[in-house]
């Protein structure tokens, strides 16, 4: 049974040493409203003082050690900024060097030579010697040499609370005085018992004072590993409950037949054969456009994989069963070329295709607007203009979005209105592959198909790495590559908020490409963001059109942009793009039969996680080999696409490393959503009082619905 006087739902401020004012402040600053609140603030990290390390067992990977020893000498040794206080520390096994540079002065004076000191600090390796730098120092006394049963945890914390005596001491007194006042009974089990059973994962109970005051290391793992489970397999559980409710409840058209538009194009106009991956994924679609549930599907596939190609015959088959389609890209440049490669596909066959973006106005709006409303156009192509309210479809059954993170929730929710009474079913492309753990929760209540396999004959994109000082050797490759007949890219950098000196950038290396590359022998295309979209356009279409061989721009042309001529790809300040980013660039060229060229320029000097992303490129072309390796250096929280979502704010769960715990969550929600949708039955029955809490807490889970 639920107490429904939980003391867990009881106001902070009731609870002993917290009162009215810290009360207010932990919720300002924390969001901590509760008691259950202060609980399931988990600690960041552990302070272990329950032994004493001795000098002589230190290696590299101790970490944070507690000595006990004599402080035997101490000095201030350098000048200026260099100038520390260096103490000579010595125990029964070892000598051991300890290193202030803040506060020297003060401590020269505290500090008692010859004193007996209980010494806390990171071990750190300087000069192949040991060293601790700016350890804590505790005089001896008969009360301090007793040591701390348990880990002492350290939590997150703002200036405000630790000025207004809410630091990490009263944190830890705060919540011995909680978990003191706790029984299994405040603290029902949420988990089915075979669940717990199988997995072997402890009680809740346990689980949650282990988190806070853990003996060793290991109560702390099978706490730590208790409670991501607890929070990835919730997660999944709503998002697969989100995804069978709708399909149980949201009616979508049904695209019944595959008709002549789709025969006619596959039987007569397709340039090529399409790879096995392809057609598996038009397949699963297919599948899902007859059952008369709306589909909501994510097809990932790397750079060059031929997604625009299933996304017409998509189309296509919405078409053969009347009714219109749209797609959308992020920006207009690729929006355009969709709309030229798609009309080009789809010519003689009596299918009408228009392109509409914020550069469409005045009387040609207007006229797209009609013959749209009317239901003459088959297939709008454009931004996310086609979301605008004046945009009236006649019958929207199919909405194709390209590299749709960059599409926010809202946008998504506005496609939702244009089409009744059913939602017309959507298909999301991206091409920055998503790693299996993002996706499983970002999209975890989407259905998704993957193209993992490249279209045949395409040769691996060679990846070098040039410092600037290298810079006259590009060059002459470059005229090479020009000499055969090929093109060049050349892009800069456009992060907003240095946007002027970007542009500078990019303009002095435009002058500079002048000269090495003189009219009327080479002409240069120029396109960055501050251009107007009608001289972008221009110049785009003098590149494609092979009239220009180098094109230099900024990041616009990231996405999408189909140039099969272009054969080199060259990127200056790579240390200044992300993973993916380098990733999309680099997918500009190998899609001719040329062998194709990536080169990342840089300047000498480099940051560590810089080398290591150059080195990623260098080494791999597949895109998920560096999604994952995105993931891993900059952690869940700034791969694109994720910031935008809540959901993605876990507690303790890490999605570039709890990889396993993720997918046994995965499977187990899977079984139970499938035999149970509702959570009714009985040994259920804490999944769906644990999730309501949750839902209440948390209503950003409501997502595209
Ligand atoms: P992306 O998945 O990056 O959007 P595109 O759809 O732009 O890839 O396709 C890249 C190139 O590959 C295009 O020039 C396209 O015509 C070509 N292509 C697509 N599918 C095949 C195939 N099965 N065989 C040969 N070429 C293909
Ligand atoms: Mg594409």
């Known amino acids: 049974m639920i107490n429904t006087e939980s003391i867990l739902q009881r106001p902070i401020s009731f609870l002993k040493g917290v009162g009215p004012t810290k009360g207010e402040l932990l919720k300002q600053e924390l969001g901590i409203h509760t008691n259950g609140d202060l609980l399931y603030h988990f600690p960041f990290r552990y302070i272990d003082k329950t032994k004493f390390y001795t000098i002589r067992d230190l290696n590299e990977e101790s970490g944070e050690v507690q000595l006990k020893g004599i402080l035997r000498r101490l000095e201030m040794i350098g000048e200026g900024a260099k100038r520390r206080l260096v103490g000579t520390f010595r125990d029964e096994t070892g000598v051991l060097e300890l290193v202030w540079f803040k506060g020297a002065q003060y401590l020269q004076k505290q500090l008692s030579i010859g004193g007996e000191y209980i010494v806390y600090g990171r071990i750190n390796m300087f000069n192949h010697q040991f060293n601790i730098p700016h350890p804590e120092m505790d005089l001896v006394t008969p009360e301090n040499t007793t040591l701390a049963e348990t880990f002492a945890p350290v939590y997150p914390s703002t200036e405000k609370l630790n000025n207004k005596g809410a630091d990490v001491k009263n944190r830890r007194k705060l919540l011995k005085t909680l978990l003191a006042q706790l029984t299994e009974a405040d603290l029902p089990e949420n988990l089915p018992t075979y669940v717990v059973q199988k997995l072997r994962l402890g009680t809740r109970f346990q689980a949650l004072q282990w988190i806070h005051f853990p003996n060793d290391e290991q109560q702390l793992r099978v706490a730590q590993n208790r409670l991501k489970f607890e929070e990835l397999f919730f997660l999944q559980l709503r998002l697969l409950q989100l995804k069978r409710q709708r399909k149980d409840s949201v009616k979508g058209y049904v695209f019944e037949k595959v008709g002549d538009y789709f025969n006619e194009f596959f039987t007569t106009k397709l340039p090529f054969s399409l790879t096995n991956a392809q057609k598996r994924v038009i397949k699963e679609i297919r599948r899902d456009l007859a059952l008369g549930i709306q589909m909501n599907r994510l097809l990932q596939g790397d750079v060059g994989s031929g997604k625009t190609i299933v996304a017409l015959m998509i189309m296509l088959i919405a078409i053969d069963n009347t009714f219109q389609s749209c797609l959308m890209a992020p920006t207009e440049i690729l929006a355009q070329q969709h709309y030229l490669s798609i009309k080009e596909y789809v010519k003689d066959m009596g299918i009408e295709v228009a392109f509409l973006a914020g550069s469409i106005k005045g009387k040609k709006r207007e006229e797209i607007l009609k013959r749209l409303k009317s239901g003459e156009i088959h297939i709008l192509i454009g931004t996310h203009a086609l979301l605008e309210d004046p945009v009236e479809y006649h019958h929207l059954g199919l909405a194709v979005t390209d590299e749709q993170h960059r599409f926010g929730v809202e946008q998504r929710a506005k496609l939702w209105r244009k089409s009744l009474p059913c939602p017309p079913h959507v298909l999301v492309m991206t091409a920055t592959p998503i790693p ?270």
């Open 436 to 705: 299996r753990t993002l996706a499983m929760t970002l999209y975890g209540d989407l259905d998704v198909s993957v193209i993992d396999e490249l279209p045949p004959g395409r040769k691996e994109i060679k990846t070098l790495h040039k410092t600037d000082n290298y810079r006259p050797q590009v060059i002459g490759f470059m005229k090479e590559e020009i000499a055969k007949g090929r093109q060049v890219y050349v892009v800069y950098p456009l992060i907003e908020e240095s946007e002027k000196m970007d542009l500078q950038n990019l303009e002095q290396g435009h002058e500079a490409l002048s000269i090495d590359f003189p009219a009327p022998q080479y002409q240069i295309s120029i396109v960055h963001g501050r251009m107007k979209a009608i001289d972008k356009e221009l110049e785009m279409r003098r590149f494609v059109e092979g009239e220009s061989q180098l094109m230099v721009a900024t990041t616009v042309i990231e996405v999408g942009v189909n140039v099969p001529n272009a054969s080199v790809m060259v990127i200056e300040n790579t240390e200044r793009f992300g993973l993916s980013q380098l990733h999309q660039l680099r997918g500009r060229v190998g899609r001719g039969a040329a062998q194709s060229y990536c080169i990342l320029m840089s300047s000498f000097k480099l940051s560590k996680e810089s080398k290591e992303r150059i080195q990623t490129m260098c080494r791999t072309n597949n895109g998920f080999e560096i999604a994952e390796a995105d993931l891993r250096l900059r952690g869940p929280g700034n791969i694109e696409g994720t910031q935008q979502s809540g959901i993605i704010q876990l507690r303790l769960a890490d999605l570039s490393k709890d990889e396993a715990i993720l997918k046994t969550a995965r499977e187990i929600a899977q079984q139970i959503i499938e035999a149970d949708t509702a959570l009714m039955a009985p040994e259920h029955r804490c999944l769906k009082i644990h999730l309501e809490e949750l839902y209440q807490k948390n209503k950003g889970w409501s997502r595209i619905s």
